[in-house]
C-alpha cells in the first residue's frame, strides 16, 4: 500500500478532492444557469483524474501494461463515479445520485484516457 502512495500521490489527492466536491454542499453561484455545468465539472473533474493516473503510470513504467490501465486506470475511476453517485443517492440529503453523472464521469474518463494513450504517452516516451 504504501508503494502504491508512493507511485501515485497526485492522483490520491484528486480522489480525495473529487470525494470532497462529490460530497459537500456547493454555494449558490451565477455558474447555477448555465446548462448543463454539473456535467461539465464531472467531465472535467474525472478527465483530470484520468490524464495524472496516466502521467503517473508513464512516469514510474517503462511499458504500458494493457490489462493493469484498462482496470487500474480506466475502469476504477468509472466505479469510483458510480459508487459516488450511489453515495450521494442514499446517504446525502443536499446531493442526488443521477444516471447522467455517472455518464459524464464515464465520457470524462474516457476522453482522458484517450487523451493520454495518443498524446502524453508519445510525449513521456520520447
Excluded at 450521494?88 to 470524462?108: C, F, I, P, Y
Amino acid at each position: 500500500m504504501i508503494r502504491f502512495i508512493k507511485k501515485y500521490p497526485l492522483s490520491l489527492l484528486i480522489i480525495a478532492a473529487i470525494l470532497f466536491l462529490s460530497l459537500f454542499n456547493p454555494p449558490k453561484t451565477q455558474l447555477d444557469n448555465v446548462s448543463f455545468i454539473d456535467k461539465i465539472a464531472h467531465v472535467c473533474m474525472y478527465g483530470g483524474l484520468e490524464l495524472v493516473i496516466w502521467f503517473e503510470y508513464l512516469r514510474r513504467h517503462t511499458s504500458l501494461d494493457r490489462t493493469r490501465i484498462i482496470c487500474l486506470g480506466v475502469a476504477a475511476p468509472i466505479a469510483l463515479g458510480g459508487a459516488m453517485e450511489i453515495v450521494q443517492a442514499l446517504l446525502t440529503v443536499n446531493r442526488s445520485g443521477e444516471w447522467m453523472d455517472l455518464v459524464a464521469d464515464a465520457a470524462g474518463v474516457l476522453a482522458g484516457a484517450a487523451v493520454g494513450f495518443y498524446i502524453l504517452k508519445p510525449l513521456l516516451q520520447k
